[in-house]
């Protein structure tokens, strides 16, 4: 248990649903992260909240909408998604923003997403 | 262009076999570089950490080594396991600045065989 917890695991949806992912972690820290993770590819970040605060938009389109209520909890709302969005959706937290030796991100067991 | 190239893509070991994975990165300038563990439908979870000064960590059967002026860094499971089925992924990072500085590798997909 990493102490960062993701629902639903799974997820199937059509192009013309709306559907919401959710993340919390347990650990006190303050950054989280949305990243996709696709095969064979590295993982992409998405977004990035510090102190409840969105830092990082890595130029993701409108129809990824993230919300971060408070530290512990982020959400990634979904509309009108395309068949090339289905991909392991990874949610990760740390102590603060930061690539330091330190700031460790623990990741979520992700949400698969399959988009039809 | 900061980049993460790991190798091989993947590998197919013997069960008690030992085996190397292979990082190399242009990632400049640097200051930590992690691998990571996936298991099949997990997140990725933290092996060993290396700083620019260090050049091996161990972690159990896994052992990490950094050189910083070649940029390549190593992780070598010795003894293999079936649990060690999984992919590897390395993780350079900058420094202390924002989340999109770190680079991540397309990791290696390792499967161990009975």
């Known amino acids: 248990e990493t102490g960062v917890t993701q629902t639903p695991r799974h997820l199937v949806m059509g192009m013309t649903n709306k559907k919401s992912l959710k993340c919390e972690q347990h650990?006190?820290?303050?950054?989280m992260y949305w990243y996709k993770q696709s095969a064979k590819k590295p993982l992409e970040l998405m977004f990035v909240y510090n102190f409840k605060e969105q830092t990082e938009n890595n130029s993701v389109p409108s129809r990824f909408s993230p919300e971060c209520p408070n530290s512990s909890h982020l959400f990634l709302h979904l509309h009108t998604l395309q068949p090339e969005d289905s991909a392991l959706y990874l949610c990760a937290s740390s102590p603060r923003e930061a690539g330091g030796p330190y700031n460790e991100q623990f990741f979520g067991p992700g949400t698969r997403l399959t988009v039809l | 262009k900061n980049q993460v190239e790991q190798s091989p893509q993947s590998l197919i070991i013997l069960e008690g076999k030992n085996c190397t994975l292979q990082?190399?990165?242009?990632?400049?300038?640097?200051?930590?570089l992690r691998w990571y563990k996936q298991d099949t439908g997990r997140g990725p979870v933290s092996l060993t950490i290396m700083t620019f000064s260090e050049n091996t960590k161990s972690n159990g059967r896994y052992t990490a080594t950094l050189d910083a002026d070649t940029k390549q860094s190593s992780l070598h499971i010795t003894a293999s396991q079936l649990s060690d089925s999984a992919s590897y992924i390395c993780v350079v990072s900058p420094g202390y600045s924002s989340a999109s500085k770190i680079i991540f590798g397309s990791g290696t997909r390792l499967s161990i065989r009975p």
């Open positions: 990082c190399n990165y242009t990632v400049s300038p640097f200051s930590n």
């Open positions: 650990l006190g820290h303050n950054a």
